[in-house]
Nanobody, 126 residues
Framework: QVQLVESGGGLVQAGGSLRLSCAAS????????MGWFRQAPGKERELVAA????????YYADSAKGRFTISRDNAGNTGYLQMNSLEPEDTAVYYC???????????????????WGQGTQVTVSS
């Protein structure tokens, strides 16, 4: 198993930046593909970005393209989501997740992921 703990959320003005971190412990971090999801009040959880085990392949939701960057440091057991040009619509609880599914690809569906962090709140004011 792997345990995930997010950090880095907070309150930021529109146009600002935040860097979310996801610290992993337990099994070897590079055994898992990783994803960042978010959930706003009254809405379903949605994928923001995903990354393969090695970090060589990434995926971004349309809402994140050009503004967010997903990355990982397998040696440091940490994943990251750099968020720039934040908008009020980005306000949500952000979750990192780990997938045990095999292969050297990323995964885009909630049910592809086996382990979840507790979430970190991101609030963007206008």
């Amino acid at each position: 198993q792997v345990q995930l703990v997010e950090s880095g959320g907070g309150l930021v003005q529109a146009g600002g930046s935040l860097r979310l971190s996801c610290a992993a412990s337990g099994r070897t971090f590079s055994d898992y593909a990783m994803g960042w999801f978010r959930q706003a009040p009254g809405k379903e959880r949605e994928l923001v970005a995903a990354i393969s085990r090695s970090g060589g392949r990434t995926y971004y939701a349309d809402s994140a393209k050009g503004r967010f960057t997903i990355s990982r440091d397998n040696a440091g057991n940490t994943g990251y989501l750099q968020m720039n040009s934040l908008e009020p619509e980005d306000t949500a609880v952000y979750y990192c997740a780990a997938s045990e599914r095999g292969g050297y690809v990323y995964f885009t569906r909630v049910y592809d992921y086996n382990y979840w962090g507790q979430g970190t709140q991101v609030t963007v004011s206008s």
